[in-house]
């Protein structure tokens, strides 16, 4: 695990931070100017509690790499444009540290800050916001490395449960072959009871017909019988 040191020194240690803007929030609360995104150079002193010419300083020093990550100084045109943009975005009145007449503003977003406490060395609070990153990532790999013991555990529980399917497999099979021969069995049993209700079906039109000429012999009968009366 890097140290904070390392984290001072090495600008591809801090690019792998870079996504942890949280970590302001969660040392001291970051005021932004009224659209949400940018802070002034005070503003970024008043959070670190230090100079403004700390700051400048610092700026200085690392301008390329703060300016890769948000940085930027507005003049002419664009800062007027900017003013007017803040101006009627403030409710109520606008604070009387607002530089408006300025001639160049430098601005910083949250990435720009967040880079800020890993080069500011004398500070507090940048202290502790390097102090969260740090702890954070090794909460992070704790994490992982138990997540990684539990799919383990998990990996070693299916390989027991793939013995056990293979001890199962001859067993299934041999169901299965039962199961086939059933199925045959039925299919037969089916066709016999087809063929006899067929049958059934067969001798009752036959008993219709007996009962018919049974009928026909006793009528014959009793006109014979008639007449041998007569």
Same mark, same amino acid.
């Given at each position: 695990?890097?140290?904070?040191?390392?984290?001072?020194?090495?600008?591809?240690?801090?690019?792998?931070?870079?996504? #942890?803007?949280?970590? !302001? %929030?969660?040392?001291?609360? @970051?005021?932004?100017?009224?659209?949400?995104?940018? =802070? *002034? /150079?005070?503003?970024?002193?008043?959070?670190?509690?230090?100079?403004?010419?700390?700051?400048?300083?610092?700026?200085?020093?690392?301008?390329?790499?703060?300016?890769?990550?948000?940085?930027?100084?507005?003049?002419?045109?664009?800062?007027?444009?900017?003013?007017?943009?803040?101006?009627?975005?403030?409710?109520?009145?606008?604070?009387?540290?607002?530089?408006?007449?300025?001639?160049?503003?430098?601005?910083?977003? #949250?990435?720009?800050? !967040? %880079?800020?406490?890993?080069? @500011?060395?004398?500070?507090?609070?940048?202290?502790? =916001? *390097? /102090?969260?990153?740090?702890?954070?990532?090794?909460?992070?790999?704790?994490?992982?490395?138990?997540?990684?013991?539990?799919?383990?555990?998990?990996?070693?529980?299916?390989?027991?449960?793939?013995?056990?399917?293979?001890?199962?497999?001859?067993?299934?099979?041999?169901?299965?072959?039962?199961?086939?021969?059933?199925?045959?069995?039925?299919?037969?049993?089916?066709?016999?009871?087809?063929?006899?209700?067929?049958?059934?079906?067969?001798?009752?039109?036959?008993?219709?017909? @007996?009962?018919?000429?049974?009928?026909?012999?006793?009528?014959?009968?009793?006109?014979?019988?008639?007449?041998?009366?007569?």
């Amino acid at each position: 695990m890097p140290t904070e040191v390392a984290l001072l020194e090495s600008h591809a240690l801090r690019v792998e931070r870079m996504g #942890r803007v949280d970590a !302001l %929030d969660k040392v001291k609360s @970051l005021v932004m100017l009224p659209d949400g995104i940018h =802070v *002034r /150079t005070d503003d970024v002193a008043r959070y670190f509690e230090v100079s403004t010419a700390s700051v400048r300083r610092l700026t200085d020093r690392h301008q390329q790499e703060l300016t890769d990550n948000g940085m930027r100084v507005l003049r002419g045109d664009d800062l007027r444009s900017f003013h007017g943009d803040m101006l009627s975005l403030w409710e109520g009145e606008v604070p009387e540290s607002y530089p408006q007449a300025a001639t160049q503003l430098r601005l910083y977003t #949250r990435r720009t800050v !967040l %880079d800020v406490a890993m080069l @500011l060395r004398d500070s507090d609070i940048a202290r502790c =916001v *390097r /102090t969260y990153l740090l702890d954070a990532e090794e909460d992070l790999r704790a994490s992982i490395a138990s997540l990684d013991q539990r799919v383990t555990r998990v990996e070693g529980c299916l390989v027991g449960v793939g013995s056990a399917l293979q001890e199962l497999g001859p067993v299934l099979s041999r169901m299965s072959h039962r199961l086939d021969v059933l199925d045959r069995k039925l299919d037969v049993t089916h066709q016999v009871v087809g063929a006899i209700s067929l049958r059934l079906t067969d001798v009752s039109q036959d008993i219709v017909r @007996l009962d018919a000429r049974m009928d026909d012999f006793a009528r014959h009968l009793k006109d014979l019988s008639r007449r041998g009366h007569s």
